[in-house]
Each structure stands twice: as structure tokens, then as C-alpha cells.
């Protein structure tokens, strides 16, 4: 396994510097994977054209990152190696995960942050000048380099810069405010997309030698999560509709520390990063319905729940196992807070991150240093002041491991289609470790895909069709259909209402704890509910102009229909693992029972047509370097 | 809460735009500004009438794509707090809000509150980079950095990019942003090399783009969401002047 990346590279097949140009990829997506992909490759002398629907290329939601990035350094003498980091990610994501892939992502994990040093992204220093580390949940040691709270906005606009030196240089087309609507095959190769320019309206084929997705993740099926409000399935789901498999679904990551529910009227979750949990103790009062303020309860009447279930990691126990505690405590009448009687099994839940130690063994200075970006936030967003009174804070929809099924070269089903990121399935197993994204995202762009995207093109025959080949106009031509559809509907419900209904079934029964009574229910609901939005929702303006109703619609029709796939993997999968807990199926003690025997596999679904049950395929997950065993973190 | 809107319309960019007037009812303090355009919005739509269009995306005031102009003031009344920030507590029943888009020669107007600022990517492709290329970083540690430098180039890298900076200028001047990413730069040893050059051909490219000069007014500083200092606007101003090229 350790030299498995290495040998590999050496069998993979080389395009010669001055071929390169001859070769064209398209990139869907800016964030870390898509920018640092697109910029490397261009790098290598390949002609590139990126996409994205935001205004610009520096904002994809990888910038909201806070916390950090891993790597395997070393740098604080605790331990840490390329082992150990792969050992931890591969027992974080609950044994669901390839050995070679989660190996070679720790392996490489190193090269990420000396290429984002060299970038000038301003890491925190020692006072020497040298890097410095902090930990996160899941792991004992410190490998987690950071700026600040904005660790993925620095790493984010690195690979940003990068991008625009190949956009001056010629060597990168940039198409911003342009969505992605259909992937395009010919003679079953990936060879283009159909996109809509969001400010004209104009639909359009873009035809290359090969096309990257690096389209994210779809936790905003939910409707609230801290993903971004654009986050979508879109391409993703369009690309599994032309027949890329989509592995594993159901799992989900529900992040423990975000800010709670206040209303109606919230459009989105906000995260309070994992690094917090470094210096913050999470408890609730040991009496249920205790309305007390948190200041006026003793010591001894607190019951600091993850410390005391997990005494080795504390409070950073992994993030399902921190988000299912503190459902529980919460589900046990003892959550704080305000209720606000809304969303089920919601209503006025929170516990505390207190921070009242560390201020007194550090200083609010120090702590201010530390997160106070993200003291700012909280004190924004709720009002109150966490240097005086403790954080108030609930799980929420963050992250999404599964993704389409990519084989060691990220590339999917389909040849020449790879997919990069959030947006394929490949590391992170059933549960993904704080400040793991940001450095599977560069991992992909900056030091594999160049790679593998490479011996694509020398192991296969070249062939670029052109744009307006019919392959081309006949998906140009459905993707026009489905925008005048959506127009010409004209019904009662608004686009949020209809993404609201669904957003609370899918939580409900497919969220922190499922089981097979509630996914059946949502399966019967669901279909219907996507009935009732083409022949209700209402979508004013026309297509001709900037329309933000209509492109919000056509991702939560792409929604409506993934939900379904999403519950019936959740459903198929008896048994729990990572953020996917059936709560039929748990240790006496309620912790995730996994079944090895029956479901060590990936489960890749084949689209069969529409109102058809897809095929399951099942990738069995060989391990030949770890022992499976019961995660502990106690 | 009950509130009244004044808010900028506007179909294209061709189109001479209005001042329109709406109600908002039943507003909850904990609402963000931009939850109340929602409601608005939904509003709106039950009774047939376009949305009003605004540019958001992350809602955490991280991604800089929201944009509104509030009572006159970026961003609105809040110190260092993008609108998406903005919760609606610093408001009262009865007032009366003003909603406008960003307003530069820069910054063209594509439809009501969504402005393109395509410019500022220009202008970071004139030179705001390092130029490396993926593959030849040597060991992160090989390259020390004072931490009180590493922190004051984190200072200017906190740069969201919104435009905030140009649209409550007087003279649609860039230079806070320009001054952030070349002082973030240019602090650091890793972008020191080519610091002449980047601030010679990013300052070319902003004045292509129309933004205007900066006269000491600080108005940019004042609506800055992350609070950027405009000593880095004297810092880029020193660099300019010295640069060789």
C-alpha cells in the first residue's frame, strides 16, 4: 500500500509537453478542488475553460472553511506520520473507505501546505517564524494548520491566485455566473456540458477532451445547513442521470457545533468551528427542563456529557459521535435555550460551549487571537457575548461523503469523467475528520488528478466532437424544455416553500438518527411532493435575464428527485456507520453498530430511468493494513 | 416589526432603474437582513411580482458576494459586519429602509440590487499572485516568517472582495482592495520577489477599469466588513512610488 501511489505513477502514461495543448479540459466548479485542478493543469500546458455559477471564481463555499487543514508534518513532535494520519481518517470514516486512496491522500497531504506556503497563504507562526498546529476531533495529536478562522478562505484564494496568473496567461477561459445543466457523452465518453449564462439566459454546448466535476456536496437538501444558499446537486446528479454512479448517498455529515435555530424565517445554519473544541467544554445542566442561567448552575449540577462518555477524546470525540450525543441530551429534556416550537425534534434545542476556563487560564487575549473571528460571528448572529456567557449550539447538515463513485484515478463510470472534491465519494468513508476537506479538495486538484487526467488522455484514442455535434444540441434542446417548463407553470407555492418541505422530510427521517419505518414513509412522500412541484411552484421573469427564482428552481427539482435516491441508500444500508446511524442497529451502549459481514462495500447506484429503481453495485472494501474493529474513542 | 422598504429596480442594464416601495411585515430581531429580503421576496412572489434580485451566497460574511447598499451606508449600520451579518435588531418598528445596489462606473448595474464586479478579478490576474507553479514548494518550514508579519499580511488577507470599499468611496476608488492583496503580498517573503511589478500592473489595471483615485476620506475603512486599515493604501502608495519597473 505504501508504495502503491508511487508505482502507480510510474505506470501511468505521459502526454509529451507539446501535446498538451492539444488537449482541452473542462472544469465545473471554483472551489478548492476546481481552482487548484484547473490551475495545475493549466500549469502543464493543457487548455482549460472553468465554470461556476457565482459572480466570480473566490467565492465557492470552500471559503467558508474555518478551522484548518491536516497534514501528516509532524512539525510539534507528537507522533504524528503519514501512518498514523491515514490510520485515523480510515477509523474516522467508520472502515467505510479505500485503504490506497485515504493512504495516498495522507501521503500527499504534506506537499499541500508547503504548495500553499509557497502561495503565501499567512498560516499561523511561533514566534520563531516557524508553522503552527492545533488539533481536532478524531485525532490525539496536533497536525491542523490554520489562518486564523478563515483557513479555508486563505488556502481558497491561494488556489483563487493561481487560477487567475493561467487566466491572464491564456491558458484558462473563465466562465462566471454560468451554471452547468447537462453533462454531455458521445460514443460514451464525457466529452462537453450544456451550460445556461445566467445573465442572458442563453443555453450553450462547451465541448472538450475531457470534463472534471468539482461541484461540491448536497447537504442543502436539507434546506438548512451551513452550506452556502447556491450549493446544489445539480451537476452531480445531472451527471448520474447520463449514468455516472452515485455512491453512497446516505452518507451525510451532521456537524455538532453550529449555531441554533431561531425561526421561520432562517435560511441557512451557521458553523461554529470544530477548533473551538480545543478550548471550549460542552455540557448541559444534569436536571431536565433546568431553566436556570448557565452561570447560576454549580459546577456539580453540570454534566459535561462528552467528557465524561469519551474521557480520552473529551469534547473531540469525531463529529458523529458528538452530534448523536448531543441529540441525545437534548432528546433526554435536558437541551438549553429558547424554544422555538418549529422544526420537529428542534424546538428550543442547544447545549453550551463554554469557554469560562480557558478564558481563566488564558485570557480572553489569547482566545481572541485564536477564534476571534469566530466570537465576532456568534455575537453577530445571536446578540450574546461568548467571552461572558457560553456558546449555545446544535448540529447541524454540513458535509456530504458521498458523491459520485470514482475509481483510484478520481475518474467516475464514465470515461473521461472525473470528479474532484466534495463531489465524488472517495476518502472520507461514513464520516469525514475535522479540517480533512480542505486537504482532500488540494489533494485531488494540485497532486492528483494532473496525474491520472494525463494518463487519460495518453491511454485513450483522441477524439473532441465538436459543439454543435447532435449529442450537443439534443441535451441544448432539453435543457431549454426545462427551463420554459419551469417558467410556464405559473402555480401557487413559491421555489423556498417546496425546498422548505422537502428540507424538513428529509431531516426528519433521513437526518441524525433513520430507521426503516420513517425512510418508507419518506419515499411515499416524497414522490408526491415532486408531483406537486411541476404543477405548482411559481416561478416569475422570464429566462432572457438575471433570474435567481428559476435557477434556484431547477436545483431544487434536481433536489426533489436526489432526496429519493438519497433515502433508498439510507434504507438499503441496515446497519450504522458514521453519520449514518439506523437507529435500529446499535452497541448496547447506543453506539453505531456496524455490520461488516453484510455491508463493507460501497454502494454505487445506477440510474435506470426515471420512476425506475436504480441498480445497486456494490464495491466490496477490501483491508488489508488495518484491523476492522468497533471505533473507540472512550 | 413592521418596516417600509425603498428599494432600487431595475430589469437590465439598460434600463434606467426606479425607487420602489414595500412593506415589511412581521419581522423577528433575529432575522439577518438579507432573511428579511427573503420574506419580502416570498411575499412578492404569492402576489405575482418579480423578486427583487440581490447577490448572497454563504450567508457568514466570508464569500463578499453580498452587496446592498443601507440607508446610504455599505453594508448598512453595523461596524465590520457584512449585510448578511446585519441581523435586524439595529432596526425599529416604523422605520423606513433604503436599499440600493453598489454604485461605481466599475461596478455596471446587471439587474435591481446584483452588480458585476468582474473588474476585481481583473485586477488580481494583472499580478495579484505568487507566481508558482504546483509541484516546486520546498518544505513549508523552510521559510520563516515573523508571526508579527505573518499577522499583519493575514490582516490584509481577510479581504472579502465585496466591493464595499468602491461603493462607499466618493470616487469609486479601489484602492483599499488593491492596497490588501498587495500588501498581503508583499509582507511576505514568498511574494516579495515580484512586488514591484505587482503593484505597477495592478494599479495599471485598476485605472483601466475606471475606479477613481483615492483622496484620504476613509469612508472605505468605515464600511469594511473585515475592518481593513487603510495604512495599507500609504503601504501600496510607498511601493508604487519606489518601484523600479
Request: proline share 4%.
Amino acid at each position: 500500500m505504501a508504495e502503491k501511489w508511487d508505482k502507480h505513477r510510474f505506470e501511468m502514461r505521459l502526454v509529451n509537453p507539446s501535446n498538451k495543448r492539444k488537449f482541452e479540459v473542462i472544469v465545473v466548479g471554483t472551489g478548492l478542488a476546481g481552482a487548484s485542478a484547473a490551475a495545475s493543469l493549466a500549469e502543464l500546458g493543457y487548455q482549460v475553460k472553468v465554470f461556476c455559477f457565482q459572480d466570480s471564481p473566490r467565492r465557492a463555499h470552500s471559503i467558508s472553511a474555518q478551522g484548518g487543514i491536516n497534514a501528516a508534518k509532524n512539525y510539534p513532535n507528537d507522533g504524528d506520520g503519514v501512518w498514523r494520519l491515514f490510520y485515523d481518517t480510515i477509523k474516522g470514516g467508520d472502515f467505510r473507505s479505500r485503504e490506497a486512496n485515504v493512504y495516498r491522500l495522507a501521503q500527499v497531504s504534506n506537499f499541500i501546505i508547503d504548495q500553499c506556503v509557497a502561495q503565501g497563504v499567512p498560516f499561523a507562526r511561533e514566534y520563531g517564524g516557524y508553522l503552527t498546529n492545533r488539533s481536532f476531533g478524531g485525532a490525539q495529536v496536533s497536525r491542523t494548520f490554520y489562518a486564523r478562522g478563515q483557513t479555508g478562505q486563505q488556502v481558497l484564494l491561494g488556489a483563487y491566485q493561481a487560477l487567475c496568473r493561467q487566466i491572464a496567461g491564456g491558458n484558462i477561459k473563465m466562465y462566471s455566473r454560468t451554471e452547468m445543466l447537462d453533462l454531455v457523452l458521445v460514443n460514451g465518453h464525457a466529452k462537453g456540458i450544456v451550460v445556461r449564462d445566467l445573465v442572458t439566459g442563453k443555453i450553450s454546448s462547451h465541448a472538450a477532451d475531457a470534463v472534471v466535476l468539482a461541484t461540491g456536496g448536497y447537504a442543502n437538501v436539507f434546506y438548512l445547513s451551513t452550506n452556502a444558499i447556491g450549493c446544489n446537486v445539480t451537476a452531480t446528479y445531472r451527471a448520474y442521470k447520463k449514468g455516472a454512479l452515485f455512491a453512497n448517498p446516505c452518507f451525510t455529515q451532521i456537524h455538532p457545533t453550529c449555531i441554533p435555530v431561531t425561526g421561520d424565517h432562517q435560511s441557512k445554519l451557521t458553523l461554529m468551528s470544530e477548533s473551538l473544541r480545543n478550548d471550549g467544554r460542552i455540557w448541559v445542566p444534569k436536571k431536565k427542563e433546568d431553566r436556570r442561567a448557565p452561570a447560576e448552575i454549580p459546577e456539580n449540577e453540570r454534566d459535561y456529557f462528552l467528557e465524561r462518555k469519551y474521557p480520552s477524546f473529551g469534547n473531540l470525540a469525531p463529529r458523529d459521535i458528538a452530534s448523536r450525543s448531543v441529540k441525545e441530551v437534548c432528546d433526554e429534556g435536558r437541551g438549553v435555550g429558547p424554544s422555538t416550537g418549529l422544526r420537529a425534534g428542534e424546538s428550543g434545542r442547544g447545549v453550551y460551549l463554554d469557554f469560562s476556563e480557558a478564558i481563566q487560564r488564558l485570557g480572553a487575549a489569547a482566545l481572541r487571537e485564536r477564534y476571534g473571528n469566530l466570537f465576532d460571528m456568534y455575537g453577530k448572529i445571536t446578540g450574546e457575548n461568548p467571552y461572558k456567557a457560553p456558546m449555545r449550539i446544535y448540529p447541524a447538515a454540513h458535509y456530504t461523503m458521498g458523491g459520485l463513485w470514482v475509481d483510484y484515478n478520481l475518474m467516475s463510470n464514465i470515461p473521461g469523467l472525473h470528479v474532484i472534491g466534495e463531489a465524488n465519494f472517495s476518502d472520507h468513508g461514513a464520516n469525514r475528520l475535522g479540517a480533512s476537506a480542505l486537504m482532500q479538495g488540494l489533494a485531488d486538484g494540485y497532486f492528483i488528478l494532473p496525474y491520472t487526467l494525463s494518463h487519460y488522455f495518453a491511454a485513450t484514442a483522441k477524439s473532441k466532437p465538436g459543439a454543435d455535434s447532435p449529442e450537443f444540441k439534443k441535451a441544448e434542446v432539453d435543457a431549454a424544455e426545462r427551463v420554459k417548463r419551469l417558467l410556464s407553470i405559473k402555480g401557487k407555492r413559491t421555489v423556498t416553500s417546496f425546498h422548505k418541505e422537502l428540507g424538513d422530510l428529509v431531516w426528519e427521517h433521513c437526518g441524525m438518527a433513520r430507521n426503516a419505518a420513517g425512510l418508507k414513509k419518506a419515499l411515499e412522500r416524497i414522490p408526491a411532493l415532486r408531483e406537486e412541484f411541476w404543477k405548482n411552484v411559481n416561478v416569475l421573469g422570464e429566462n432572457e435575464a438575471l433570474n435567481p427564482a428559476l435557477e434556484r428552481a431547477g436545483r431544487v427539482a434536481d433536489f426533489m428527485e436526489f432526496a429519493e435516491l438519497l433515502c433508498q441508500d439510507a434504507l438499503h444500508r441496515e446497519e450504522s456507520c458514521g453519520g449514518h446511524f439506523r437507529e435500529e442497529y446499535h452497541t448496547p451502549d447506543g453506539e453505531a453498530q456496524r455490520n461488516d459481514e453484510k455491508f463493507s462495500y460501497v454502494a454505487a447506484w445506477e440510474f435506470q430511468g426515471d420512476g425506475k429503481s436504480p441498480a445497486l453495485h456494490k464495491e466490496p472494501l477490501t483491508f488489508e493494513n488495518v484491523q476492522l474493529a468497533q471505533r473507540s474513542y472512550k | 416589526m413592521n418596516l417600509k422598504l425603498r428599494v432600487w429596480r431595475q430589469k437590465n442594464p439598460s434600463d434606467k432603474g426606479r425607487v420602489m416601495e414595500y412593506e415589511a411585515k412581521n419581522i423577528s430581531p433575529n432575522m439577518s437582513f438579507l432573511e428579511m429580503l427573503d420574506v419580502v421576496n416570498e411575499g412578492l412572489t404569492q402576489k405575482n411580482e418579480e423578486p427583487i434580485a440581490f447577490d448572497h451566497d454563504c450567508r457568514e460574511g466570508i464569500c463578499g458576494t453580498c452587496s446592498l447598499m443601507i440607508n446610504g451606508i455599505a453594508h448598512g449600520p453595523e461596524r465590520g459586519t457584512a449585510a448578511c451579518q446585519l441581523h435586524m435588531r439595529h432596526f425599529k418598528d416604523g422605520d423606513t429602509i433604503t436599499i440600493e445596489p453598489w454604485r461605481a462606473k466599475a461596478f455596471p448595474v446587471i439587474k435591481d440590487l446584483v452588480v458585476d464586479r468582474s473588474a476585481f478579478d481583473r485586477i488580481i490576474q494583472a499580478g495579484g499572485f505568487v507566481s508558482v507553479n504546483t509541484g516546486s514548494a520546498p518544505d513549508a518550514n523552510t521559510l520563516l516568517v515573523a508571526k508579527d508579519k505573518a499577522e499583519l499580511a493575514m490582516d490584509a488577507a481577510a479581504c472579502i472582495g465585496c466591493g464595499a470599499c468602491v461603493a462607499s468611496c466618493k470616487n469609486a476608488s479601489a484602492m483599499l482592495f488593491v492596497a490588501a492583496k498587495v500588501s498581503h503580498l508583499s509582507l511576505l517573503p514568498q511574494g516579495a520577489l515580484e512586488k514591484e511589478k505587482r503593484v505597477k500592473n495592478m494599479v495599471a489595471q485598476m485605472d483601466k477599469e475606471g475606479f477613481g483615485g483615492c483622496t484620504n476620506q476613509y469612508e472605505c475603512q468605515a464600511v469594511c466588513p473585515k475592518e481593513i486599515n487603510v495604512a495599507f493604501i500609504a503601504k501600496m502608495n510607498r511601493e508604487y512610488l519606489t518601484a523600479k519597473t
